[in-house]
């Protein structure tokens, strides 16, 4: 594909209910990367995976979010219970390969917001 | 941890006039540095990547430094333009880690 992909490029929902954001990577990057920037925060790292190695889950804010990747492509972040707080823009990325020399390209967006 | 600090948070020029962006990073122990621009309501756009043994990279108009052992990078935007209009971001991988850590920011508004 031409870049990383993101659905939906929006969404609202109601406190209470789980949402689910999808992101497909740039064909052939084994990295694939989750960061969430909220009105006033600059962007925070989430979580990402690289290949079939377990994923770094550091960011995460609470167990109500959770990842996951399959066939080491196409992810879907998933939060459960969502709260107002989750509100904010929900960016992901991809890179060729896991190690710091590599560049991160973006993709659009899921703008959530939660009633 | 590492932190990354941008100034501005805002700046507004005439067209045609060359600006300075300012990052600083308080771990000097980076593989590399990586300036975005992102537009109103959509996502980033990679714009420049200097790896830790470059000192500069250039891209058209623009034209980005880097001074690893004093923290500070640069990005230099020949004869702005309207259309530079955007908030530029940098970025480092988190130390000795790949996710990126990012600044918040420099609004840039050219005016024509």
């Known amino acids: ?115 | 941890k590492q932190e990354v600090t941008q100034i501005p948070a805002a700046l507004s020029v005439p067209e045609g006039e060359n600006l300075v962006l300012n990052c600083s990073f308080t771990d000097s122990a980076i593989y590399n540095l990586q300036w975005f621009r992102q537009d109103p309501g959509k996502g980033l756009t990679s714009l420049l990547l200097i790896q830790s043994s470059q000192r500069e990279q250039t891209s058209g108009r623009l034209n980005a430094s880097l001074d690893k052992s004093s923290g500070r990078s640069t990005l230099y935007i020949a004869a702005s333009q309207p259309g530079d209009s955007a908030t530029y971001l940098c970025a480092v991988p988190s130390s000795g880690n790949t996710p990126l850590v990012f600044g918040k920011g420099t609004r840039l508004s050219v005016i024509a």
Do not use: M
């Open chain 1, 1 to 115: 594909g031409a870049g990383v992909s993101q659905s939906p490029s929006n969404k609202v929902t109601e406190k209470g209910k789980d949402v689910e954001l999808r992101c497909d990577p740039i064909s052939g990057h084994t990295a694939l990367y989750w960061y969430r920037q909220s009105l006033g925060q600059g962007l925070e790292f989430l979580i990402y995976f690289q290949g079939n190695s377990a994923p770094d889950k550091s960011g995460l804010p609470s167990d109500r979010f959770s990842a996951e990747r399959t066939g080491g492509s196409v992810s879907t972040l998933t939060i459960q219970r969502t709260q107002q707080e989750d509100s904010a823009v929900y960016l992901c990325a991809s890179s060729l390969q896991r190690g710091p020399y590599n560049e991160q390209f973006f993709g659009p967006g899921t703008r959530l917001t939660v009633l």
